[in-house]
């Protein structure tokens, strides 16, 4: 087994990585929420003000799985964290160390870019995912609940009617 290619995606993988995400929606039950398109994710990781940058890992050449994430901050430290939003290994590449290949190349991009904290969420449900992400030294923050605004409640709160 050779070690996993981990190179930041290129504009040219718009295509890949919208079939990944898809893929990972499909895993996480989640497919009825994907409404990205290429044009999004074009705007989204390679416009003029990229929100979030990913990771195409390879092995022997062939797509094995992907990350994406962004820079959030932390007002308490007074410094960026990185973010990771998605992780996903294809179930033919699971149990080769894609997953902690791209990891590791995510912390390695936090340390280097004076990041004081890298963050991501699991599914509940998801205890593989939790168990392998524990085994590698990460811990569950049980004093925090995520919240979330989308569609009617977020245009609500801003003033605004998704009826336009």
């Known amino acids: 087994m050779t070690q996993p290619e981990i ?3 290129r504009e040219a993988d718009i295509p890949l990585i919208l ?4 893929e990972l929606a499909e895993f996480e039950k989640l497919k009825d929420q994907v409404v990205a398109t290429e044009a999004s994710l074009k705007e989204s990781l390679f416009g003029p003000r990229p929100a979030a940058q990913a990771l195409i890992a390879r092995s022997d050449g062939t797509c094995a799985g992907f990350a994406l994430y962004f820079h959030n901050f932390s007002t308490f430290l007074g410094r960026r964290g990185l973010y990771l939003e998605d992780l996903y290994v294809r179930p033919a ?4 160390s894609i997953g902690k290949a791209l990891l590791a190349h995510l912390a390695r991009l936090a340390v280097e870019r004076g990041c004081g904290r890298f963050e ?3 599914l509940d449900w ?8 524990e085994s590698l030294g990460a811990q569950a923050n049980p004093t925090w609940v995520n919240y979330r605004l989308t569609g009617a409640a977020l245009e ?5 009617s998704l009826a336009r």
């Open 7 to 9: 190179a930041p995606a």
């Open 19 to 22: 079939s990944l995400i898809t």
């Open 93 to 96: 590449f699971r149990g080769r």
């Open 120 to 122: 991501w969420a699991v």
């Open 126 to 133: 998801n205890t593989a995912a939790r168990d392998f992400y």
């Open 156 to 160: 609500r709160l801003a003033g605004g």
